[in-house]
């Protein structure tokens, strides 16, 4: 039997005037994020806690530590790629959407029992979970606008504000349970999150309508032996990497954490790379399709650069604020995972006053191009990284300094986060072939990836560089990325192809 989408997205608009599917995505994301952000935050602090304190930790290095953040962060956006296509030819968005969050569910809940296997099991789950849900629920997004335009910049801005609702309750529950009693107990915490936004996913999940449904020409007998062979090919790579990595435990392979990830992202980009050339050659696209695919390769570029800054937050940024930061209030000491909620609150503050600013400039014709906003979100991001790189000049264990330096710097991020971001998942639905739309989505999260990987051995440099220096040079990197591509901007909308 064929199955087809003959019906748009229910469009009673009732959500801040958008679609009412808005709402269900927007919560479901909301509590997603809750979890991931939530867990993210205690991450890398309860890694290098000493196994003799009074909430213990794993005790590991700093390197070592920064390399497994930077692993595990990666890696939930790498396995957006093959989640994209298990949801363009296999299940639909929905369904990976529903499915992905069970098993993110449960990597939490994992994570939460006191043993050092359960907590690296409970990453993998989260890993795999993650790969399905988070490229596809951006996905199902765009799918309510068909007619494209501002109005999806905007549903795409009131939807990154659902994200960062989430991700601003997230490290207060958690950094309250697990800094302040337990670590495993925030880990617990993460879990309840997802398993509320499931949940609300499924009671709302009439309103979206035939966005996100499977749209495929092949049988069932087709669609289970497509079925077959992936998940054939996914279990036997993933069954070598296990032995890969008992052989690295073991020492009869003598790379270490920092090796492997320095050669994961290089592997990764040639992948990616390799698989662009696929698709112009390939690919049976026309001229404008991959005239189009080759600004998303420009725009997956500029975000694994902005990525291997701005999650600095959750590795060298959190380790400044538990160490460097003067974090007393009224004799009380706040934990440093709730310093992660300030990002979240700009961007909640922020997201509405943005969405309003695009819709408002294309009105008069001078609306900045989607490469335009990439740069200057790169430029505000080396501008936040100049400030905290000011302040850890100033700051010593015995001069901690105060949190507004680090209020300031996430402010800047934001500003760079809300041009380069949100409007950076918008205009993937816009510039992508329409059967290659979760599979471009994979692409911009697999740059999300790189990002992550780079940020974690970026801040695993704490071990032998002082914070200043590492901060100053992010900022020069980041900074030269945006101002090159500010630059080229004009030659880049060129390729869009009228897409806005």
């Not at 207060?172 to 495993?184: C, D, F, I, R, S």
């Not at 079925?227 to 990595?245: C, E, K, N, T």
């Not at 760079?416 to 950076?424: A, D």
Request: glycine share 14%; aromatic share 12%; with cysteine.
């Amino acid at each position: 039997m064929m199955m087809t989408a003959e019906s748009g997205p229910t469009r009673d608009n009732t959500f801040f005037g958008h679609p009412r599917g808005l709402a269900t995505l927007f919560f479901t994301e909301m509590w997603e994020r809750f979890s991931y952000y939530g867990m993210r935050a205690l991450l890398i602090l309860f890694m290098v806690t000493a196994t003799d304190a009074a909430n213990p930790g794993l005790e590991l290095d700093v390197a070592t530590a920064g390399a497994i953040y930077g692993l595990y962060t990666s890696l939930v956006y790498i396995l957006a790629l093959p989640g994209g296509w298990v949801a363009d030819n296999l299940w639909g968005q929905q369904k990976a959407i529903w499915v992905g969050g069970w098993i993110i569910a449960l990597g939490h809940f994992t994570m939460a029992i006191p043993t050092t296997s359960a907590f690296f099991l409970g990453m993998v789950f989260i890993i795999c979970g993650t790969g399905l849900l988070k490229p596809n629920v951006s996905t199902v997004v765009g799918d309510l606008y068909p007619e494209g335009g501002a109005r999806r910049d905007a549903g795409f801005s009131i939807f990154y504000m659902g994200i960062n609702i989430g991700a601003f309750f997230g490290p207060l529950v958690t950094g309250a349970l697990g800094e302040g009693g337990n670590w495993h107990w925030g880990f617990g915490a993460a879990g309840v999150g997802m398993v509320l936004g499931l949940i609300q996913y499924k009671i709302g999940a009439e309103h979206l309508g035939e966005a996100g449904k499977l749209k495929t020409d092949d049988s069932p007998v087709e669609l289970a032996a497509k079925s077959r062979r992936f998940f054939g090919s996914f279990f036997a790579i993933v069954a070598v990497l296990f032995v890969f990595g008992l052989l690295v435990s073991m020492d009869v392979i003598p790379l270490s954490l920092a090796q492997i990830a320095t050669m994961l992202g290089y592997g990764v980009l040639g992948i990616v790379g390799l698989y662009f050339v696929y698709l112009w050659t390939a690919g049976q696209h026309t001229v404008e399709e991959n005239k189009r695919m080759g600004v998303i390769f420009w725009l997956f570029l500029l975000i694994a650069i902005f990525w291997s800054g701005f999650e600095q937050a959750g590795s060298s940024l959190n380790l400044f604020a538990r160490d460097l930061t003067d974090r007393m209030i009224f004799g009380w000491e706040v934990p440093a995972s709730w310093l992660q909620s300030v990002n979240p609150i700009f961007i909640i503050i922020g997201a509405p006053i943005f969405g309003s600013l695009w819709v408002a400039l294309e009105r008069r014709n001078s609306d900045p191009s989607i490469p335009m906003k990439a740069g200057l979100g790169l430029v505000g991001l080396c501008a936040g990284f100049l400030v905290i790189a000011w302040g850890a000049a100033n700051a010593s264990v015995d001069n901690v300094v105060s949190p507004a330096w680090l209020v300031v710097t996430y402010f800047l991020h934001t500003t760079g986060e809300l041009c380069i971001s949100p409007i950076g998942l918008s205009a993937i639905t816009k510039l992508s072939p329409e059967k290659r739309v979760g599979q471009m989505m994979g692409i911009w999260f697999v740059g999300a990836a790189l990002g992550n990987l780079f940020a974690g051995l970026v801040a695993g440099q704490l071990e032998t560089m002082i914070p200043a220096d590492l901060f100053r040079t992010v900022a020069m990197i980041t900074g030269g990325a945006g101002i090159v591509a500010i630059g080229l901007a004009p030659q880049v909308k060129k390729l869009t192809m009228g897409a806005r």
